[in-house]
T-cell receptor, first 113, second 112 residues
Framework: DAEITQSPRHKITETGRQVTLACHQT?????MFWYRQDLGHGLRLIHY???????NKGEVSDGYSVSRSNTEDLPLTLESAASSQTSVYFC????????????FGQGTRLTVV | KNQVEQSPQSLIILEGKNCTLQ??????????LRWYKQDTGRGPVSLTI?????NTKSNGRYTATLDADTKQSSLHITASQLSDSASYIC???????????FGKGNQVVVIP
């Protein structure tokens, strides 16, 4: 079965370190998204991609970057981790625009100490 | 201002009882609305999708309604079970836009 997987599931890192969270989907979806989920805020869009070599900033993109070198993967990089980036991160993918369902990964809980 | 507002923020219900969750949105032009269920420690999973022409849609014990005129949706859970304890997130898509507008979720706790 097709799926979307994130790794690692949990990570603790120190302030100032560079961290990369992996996202891999096997649906061959063009559209991929990264969200963070914090208490009281719900899911907020960090970055998104509509296809290979395409990346776009979301509403909370400062301090994050993504790259899309193939259809399956959209890694999220925290350039210099800050305590404010402690959160649960979700990757999602959709086949196309409009009403198609977004499929979410299991999430990565990141703690910056 | 958030384009999707959900209420109540949280509720506790007894096993076997019914409950209704509300979602109000301002997203325009409207394309569709989905209710997602998010279990603790898991990613959200779609329960139902509502398009402009649909008023009611059921998925087992879950029934979603949509009033596109008032821009309101509800999710009704019938005969709640312990496994219904989760966050229910209302997600709205705009026509011609690949972005999704998320509500903050309704946190439901079912107790025996």
């Amino acid at each position: 079965d097709a799926e979307i997987t994130q790794s690692p599931r949990h990570k603790i890192t120190e302030t100032g370190r560079q961290v990369t969270l992996a996202c891999h989907q096997t649906w061959n979806h063009n559209n991929m998204f990264w969200y963070r989920q914090d208490l009281g805020h719900g899911l907020r869009l960090i970055h998104y991609s509509y296809g290979v070599q395409d990346t776009n900033k979301g509403e909370v993109s400062d301090g994050y970057s993504v790259s899309r070198s193939n259809t399956e993967d959209l890694p999220l990089t925290l350039e210099s981790a800050a305590s404010s980036q402690t959160s649960v991160y979700f990757c999602a993918s959709r086949k196309d625009r409009g009403g198609t369902e977004a499929f979410f990964g299991q999430g990565t809980r990141l703690t910056v100490v | 201002k958030n384009q999707v507002e959900q209420s109540p923020q949280s509720l506790i219900i007894l096993e076997g009882k019914n409950c209704t969750l509300q979602c109000n949105y301002t997203v325009s032009p409207f394309s569709n609305l989905r209710w997602y269920k998010q279990d603790t420690g898991r990613g959200p999973v779609s329960l139902t999708i509502m398009t402009f022409s649909e008023n009611t849609k059921s998925n087992g014990r879950y029934t979603a309604t949509l009033d596109a005129d008032t821009k309101q949706s509800s999710l009704h859970i019938t005969a709640s079970q312990l496994s219904d304890s989760a966050s229910y997130i209302c997600v709205v898509s705009a026509e011609g836009n690949n972005r999704l507008a998320f509500g903050k979720g309704n946190q439901v706790v079912v107790i025996p």
